[in-house]
């Protein structure tokens, strides 16, 4: 059976850093697309970062470029999302997914999400 399961979530003051974990089973994800994805209270799920099997392409939304940094080891099945100069609109559940397609294609594969909460 395939798992994503996120961890790293939690309440954290404006400024501060988390770091986000996706460990996947029931497959290997290595040659897999994997990406983070957000959905807060009212709004529609966004792409925040994407990265593809080796690396060698990643993709960032504007609202995160600079601050958010995608990573991937494959010899564990895991993907990174390190969060820095976290804002008060980073508030939301965030999602890791899979896909054989695009970055920026559909998923196919996807976690149950963890809270990110930011105080002001």
């Known amino acids: 059976q395939v798992q994503l399961v996120e961890s790293g979530g939690g309440l954290v003051q404006t400024g501060g850093s988390l770091r986000l974990s996706c460990a996947a089973s029931g497959r290997t994800f290595s040659r897999y697309v994997r990406g983070w994805f957000r959905q807060a209270p009212g709004k529609e799920r966004e792409l925040l970062a994407a990265i593809n099997w080796n690396g060698g392409t990643t993709y960032y939304a504007d609202s995160v470029k600079g601050r958010f940094t995608i990573s991937r080891d494959n010899a564990n099945n895991t993907v990174y999302l390190q969060m820095n100069n976290l804002k008060p609109e980073d508030t939301a559940v965030y999602y890791c997914?899979?896909?054989?397609?695009?970055?920026?294609?559909?998923?196919?594969?996807w976690g149950q999400g963890t809270q990110v909460t930011v105080s002001s």
């Open positions: 997914a899979a896909t054989l397609r695009g970055v920026t294609a559909q998923y196919d594969y």
